[in-house]
């Protein structure tokens, strides 16, 4: 099994900067996709980033291109997401996701989730 733990969340001012980080454990070997998805109070969890094995690809949603930037460091087992120019609607629960195999967006295709951290993002 893979656990991931996600932190790093928290209160800030749109047009600040946050960083979250997802820290993987157990068969990490099993993982090649890692991604960050979100989601905001009565609305469905949306795609955000993926990242695969090597990091050579990644892939944002639109509405944070060009502000979000996630990375990986294999060695550490971990997973980043570096958030630039918060807005409002940034606001909501910041899942780190894992899959077995390549991924894209839609969430069932990600095998392990963690437990989410807050990002609220105020005026």
């Known amino acids: 099994q893979v656990q991931l733990v996600e932190s790093g969340g928290g209160l800030v001012q749109a047009g600040d900067s946050l960083r979250l980080s997802c820290a993987a454990s157990?068969?990490?070997?099993?993982?090649?996709?890692m991604g960050w998805f979100r989601q905001a109070p009565g609305k469905e969890r949306e795609f955000v980033a993926s990242i695969n094995w090597s990091g050579a690809t990644t892939n944002y949603a639109d509405s944070v291109k060009g502000r979000f930037t996630i990375s990986r460091d294999n060695a550490k087992n971990a997973l980043y997401l570096q958030m630039n120019s918060l807005k409002l609607e940034d606001t909501g629960v910041y899942y780190c996701a894992g899959a077995r195999l390549p991924a894209g967006r839609t969430p069932s295709a990600y095998d392990y989730w963690g437990q989410g951290t807050q990002v609220t993002v105020s005026s």
């Open positions: 157990g068969r990490t070997f099993a993982i090649y996709t």
